[in-house]
């Protein structure tokens, strides 16, 4: 959320380069949002959804994956896409009205998901092919 | 899911008495939904499901806290009622069409909910409660 060190659930560290607060959405690209135990922090801040809403708004690329997709729906943006999940949080993203796909990836329109880290590869190749397309 | 000794995060151990597929819901006065990352497991079990809904169809008490609702969302037993739930998964509950209320317990009917473990109190206090009632 802040700019600071972060050490994930494995120890290992990253430096934020920025806090959400600060990001100008319209200076990226793409948006990734990783899964693990991260977006049910993210999708609390008022910032990080702002900056969501504004990719979905302007048909920019967003990936999604594992848990990602729970900021998805606090974000209120998938409603009637189709996308996929962990399996543990498909029930919720279904009740969010996403149109639920088992796939290693799921493409529709700006946005890719994929359900686990075993997608990654998929997942990846998808989220660079999107950015060429829009 | 099954009859073993399961670990919990804290490292504390536990012998579970019986299987989800074992359970014969009519001998027992209430159903009890903790939280952690269990429910994400637990929630796509169909036999924990069905328990679920037996409680519901028969108005019978259910007591869910933290992460526990995630269960009634995926057993559909959530909508229209009132609810509270760890704050990182209130919109899950929220899209599933709960009545969201951020209060230590929240009582409808059959169901007590509370947010997190400094509840814990109020939601003892309300669960055993509602035996005495139904």
Chains 1, 2 share one sequence.
């Not at 049910?40 to 302007?58: G, P």
């Amino acid at each position: 959320m802040k700019k600071e060190t972060i050490t994930g659930k494995h120890g290992y560290q990253i430096d934020a380069d920025i806090a959400f607060k600060d990001v100008i959405p319209a200076n990226y690209d793409i948006l990734v949002i990783s899964g693990g135990r991260g977006p049910e922090k993210m999708r609390l801040n008022k910032d990080a959804l702002e900056i969501v809403k504004y990719f979905f708004k302007e048909n920019k690329p967003v990936a999604a994956i594992c848990h990602g997709p729970q900021v998805l729906i606090s974000a209120g943006v998938i409603k009637g896409r189709k996308a996929t999940c962990w399996p543990g949080i498909r029930d919720d993203i279904i009740a969010a009205g996403a149109l639920y796909e088992d796939k290693e990836v799921v493409i529709d329109g700006n946005l890719v998901s994929s359900r686990s880290p075993s997608d990654l590869y998929a997942f990846g190749r998808e989220m660079i092919s999107i950015t060429k397309h829009l």
